[in-house]
């Protein structure tokens, strides 16, 4: 079946550093894939996504890029601030219900 | 914000006692879906619902039923609580395709003691 892998957290960096959460997935067909983020005491909201192999999303500094051959779609940040702490979801999905499959998520904490 | 709204936000019961959450939305979005949201699993769905009176299971259905009278209202019920079943559950909203994203609810803080 369909299943996605996240790196294990939490994840503590200072502010401006450099950030990568890796995501890998198995999936059948051609998945969408996505980055959720929940803020303390909130719901999940999307960052980013891409809907084919070899695109690239991008918000607020954020980047992701499906790669196919290696089935990754991995989180990366330049530089964090400390308002970037929060939990890290990445999820795809496969079929046109709109299902989500999550992978565990990661928390990030970035101190000053 | 995507216009969902989940109630209650936060519920404490008993085990064996019925607990219904609901789940309403007014963006006219086809798909409904219930998650649970556990430490370790990330979220999981329970069940959802492509239309007025057609759900289906996810993953986690055991001990859940749901209800969809009406296109903005998804109702998820626990016929009898039990301690497994304390978790935080989100509703989510979509359209369906699998190139868009779902919009999610600000949760449902649910403790069965």
């Known amino acids: 079946g369909n299943s996605v892998t996240q790196m294990e957290g939490p994840v503590t960096l200072s502010e401006e550093a450099f950030l990568t959460i890796n995501c890998t997935y198995t999936a059948t067909g051609y998945p969408s894939l996505f980055w959720y983020v929940q803020y303390p005491g909130e719901g999940l909201q999307l960052l980013l996504k891409a809907t084919k192999a070899d695109d690239k999303g991008s918000n607020k500094g954020f980047e992701a890029t499906y790669r196919k051959e290696t089935t990754s779609f991995h989180l990366e940040k330049g530089s964090v601030q400390v308002s970037d702490s929060a939990v890290y979801f990445c999820a795809l999905t496969s079929s046109n219900t709109g299902k989500l499959i999550f992978g565990q998520g990661t928390t990030l904490q970035v101190k000053p | 914000d995507a216009g969902i709204t989940q109630s209650p936000r936060h519920k404490v019961t008993e085990t064996g006692t019925p607990v219904t959450l609901r789940c309403h939305q007014t963006e006219n979005h086809r798909y409904m879906y219930w998650y649970r949201q556990d430490p370790g699993h990330g979220l999981r769905l329970i069940h959802y619902?492509?239309?007025?009176?057609?759900?289906d299971k996810g993953e986690v259905s055991d001990g859940y039923s749901v209800s969809r009278s009406k296109t903005e209202d998804f109702l998820l019920t626990l016929e009898s609580a039990t301690s497994s079943q304390t978790s935080v559950y989100f509703c989510a909203i979509s359209e369906g395709d699998r190139r868009t994203e779902a919009f999610f609810g600000q949760g449902t803080r649910l403790t069965v003691v």
């Open positions: 619902s492509y239309g007025v009176k057609d759900t």
